[in-house]
């Protein structure tokens, strides 16, 4: 298993501190940097400064969002970072969801598999420099009846930029195995591993793909300290974003999500207090259950035992998020999983 660094969005107060956890990872052997984007900073411009101020460590979009570009631009962003960065570029892309996708890119949410299945296959037309042609139920290239023609990619990409897709639902999940190199994860939980592996195996090898050879790459946030209320506390309030208001009542993938995990009667409850305008209260009723299934939390002892639980699932990428009050802090939690992944002897 390998390492990576998920360093999120830039929040306008922190702007140097994806730089210094980036060149921190990148000593410590770390094998990725990821950015995220929603509708603040965008991952391109970070990732580009990152790869510029780095020399060894891959970048990646953690992710691109689909409806906030054109296939055709995504593969002309994803070329010329991957050309300047010296073939260490990855992209993952995403659909979001529809509040984003509707609320601030103005693009339905409808059909979101086969919007993600055409830009994939537009994607991977214009990376391989093949002119640009598409009929689809989403995209049509070139538009019908006008002057528009079919264009080739003007760079030269050096390889073949591994694709990601973020997944979070069963059929996304099997479509991620059947068209991509690798999954972006979220909430994942080694003891419930069946429930992301297997439709990923199964996209897989109905596409006739070798399901080892995808890249199971699974954002875990770290909180490190002897307390492990104190240290779950830390990431109350960031499950309950997701499980409580990411998304409307009727469409929130990460409550589905924990509510497949086992958490439906909490998952109900945290939503409810989200949703009513209670974020604190929706936070405190996050169980720390369901914290520690899908972080790691505590002593470097006890962190050490769950990196191995993840890499014994079957994750191949450990992305970490570090929390911490300090930028201290956080370089400390990094160091901590790299000590563990060592230790674990999950690395070798």
């Known amino acids: 298993m390998r390492l990576g660094l998920n360093v999120g969005y830039l929040s306008g107060t922190d ?36 790869a510029a101020r780095t020399e060894r460590i891959d970048v990646g979009s953690a992710v691109m969002q689909i409806p906030a570009r054109s296939p055709a631009m995504t593969a002309m962003t994803a070329a010329t970072l991957d050309l300047l960065s010296h073939r260490r570029f990855r992209l993952g892309l995403g659909v979001s969801g529809p509040q984003v996708s509707e ?32 009929q689809g139920e989403h995209h049509v290239l070139p538009l019908p009846g006008g002057p528009g023609k079919a264009l080739r990619l003007m760079l030269r990409p050096q390889r073949d930029i591994p694709l990601y897709l973020a997944a979070v639902g069963p059929k996304n999940l099997e479509l991620t195995g059947e068209l991509a190199d690798g999954w972006l994860g979220i909430f994942f939980s080694p003891e419930r ?6 439709p990923l195996r199964a996209g897989a090898e109905q596409a006739g793909r070798r399901p080892e050879d995808l890249d199971v790459t699974v954002t875990v946030p770290v909180a490190v300290g002897a307390d492990l209320d104190a240290c779950a506390d830390q990431l109350r309030g960031y499950t309950a974003l997701y499980v409580g208001g990411m998304g409307s009542r009727r469409q929130n993938f990460y409550n589905a999500l924990a509510r497949r995990l086992g958490f439906e009667a909490e998952a109900e409850r945290v939503q409810d207090l989200y949703l009513g305008g209670k974020p604190r209260e929706a936070a405190a009723a996050v169980p ?12 470097p002892e006890r962190i050490t035992e769950r990196v191995a639980a993840y890499a014994e699932a079957g994750v191949t990428t450990l992305s970490v998020s570090p929390v911490g009050a300090t930028y201290d802090h956080r370089r400390a939690a990094l160091r901590t999983v790299a000590e563990a992944l060592s230790a674990s002897g999950a690395g070798d």
């Open 15 to 50: 702007a140097d501190d994806p730089l210094a956890l980036a060149l921190e990872a990148e000593r410590l052997g770390y094998d990725v940097c990821w950015a995220a984007e929603a509708y603040g900073s965008d991952a391109p411009t970070l990732l580009a400064f990152l």
């Open 103 to 134: 609320g601030w890119h103005g693009v339905p949410f409808s059909k979101p598999l086969q919007r993600t299945r055409e830009y994939v296959d537009i994607v991977r037309l214009a990376l391989a420099r093949e002119p640009v042609t598409y």
């Open 288 to 299: 720390f259950e369901l914290v520690d299934q899908t972080a790691l939390i505590g002593p």
């Open 193 to 198: 591993a069946a429930l992301f592996l297997e």
